[in-house]
């Protein structure tokens, strides 16, 4: 019995800190701390159907809460494997882990390591090398990796064609990474470039072109369902911090 209750406080106790922390990065009202932490079980429920429900979160809210429960028992499991099995799809779950726990020279070395053979031009690798070469800051190594999977119809819409634009400026090449930014700039979508290119004109003092640019994001986001809001809400956020700074 001692067992069964102690690891029902450690579920309850881990669903509270998803939540807390979900809610607190994207600045949500004081009232869902409250609820959170004092409706235990119900808050967390409340606060995830409200804030967090669609399949992305859910996902990440199970990975969160094995993270939470277990650490580091995932990633101990899929090195295990690996010992036990080297192969390219052991190698590639791994390294996605390692990425996903910031473990990022980890994962660059092993995504690195499995470019050989048949699996050179392999696509899911390339974009999560480019992802960790962008967390390592290593620009130049985002615009050579990701300009390689440019023409795949999936990166239109990815995040990786974000940080490719992005890796662009910070390389100096502006006219690219801009024709890359007005690619994603359509309406109702793609809220991290759009607040992104927002950012590169600013840096280009286009002042002005810059404030068009929040306003729209923001005019878009009273438009959109709750569940929408609670998607792009970081987005919405940093575009109206913005967005003050340039008319202060």
Request: glycine letters at 4%; aromatic letters at 14%; charged letters at 25%.
């Amino acid at each position: 019995m001692f067992f069964e209750d102690n690891y029902y406080y450690y579920i309850v106790i881990g669903l509270q800190a998803i939540c807390v922390v979900h809610a607190l990065r994207r600045n949500l009202h004081q009232k869902w701390i409250w609820l959170i932490v004092f409706l235990p079980v119900i808050g967390s429920l409340i606060y995830i159907f409200t804030e967090m429900f669609n399949r992305r979160h859910v996902q990440n809210v199970q990975t969160n809460l094995s993270s939470v429960l277990n650490p580091g028992g995932q990633i101990s499991k899929l090195e295990d494997r690996l010992r036990f099995s080297d192969t390219f799809n052991n190698r590639i779950a791994l390294a996605d882990a390692y990425l996903a726990n910031k473990q990022t020279d980890k994962a660059v070395k092993l995504y690195e390591d499995s470019l050989t053979g048949a699996f050179t031009e392999n696509e899911h690798v390339r974009g999560q090398l480019s992802l960790a070469y962008f967390a390592l800051n290593r620009f130049e190594d985002v615009v050579s990796m990701a300009s390689q999977i440019v023409h795949l119809p999936q990166f239109a819409k990815s995040r990786v064609h974000v940080i490719y634009a992005l890796s662009l400026a910070y390389c100096g090449e502006e006219e690219k990474a801009e024709n890359e930014f007005k690619k994603m700039n359509g309406q109702f979508a793609n809220y991290e470039a759009r607040y992104n290119y927002g950012i590169f004109l600013e840096k280009a003092e286009r002042k002005e072109e810059a404030i068009q640019q929040f306003n729209q994001i923001l005019q878009e986001s009273t438009h959109l369902s709750n569940r929408e809001k609670a998607s792009y809400r970081e987005w919405f956020q940093l575009s109206r911090d913005a967005l003050k700074k340039l008319t202060a």
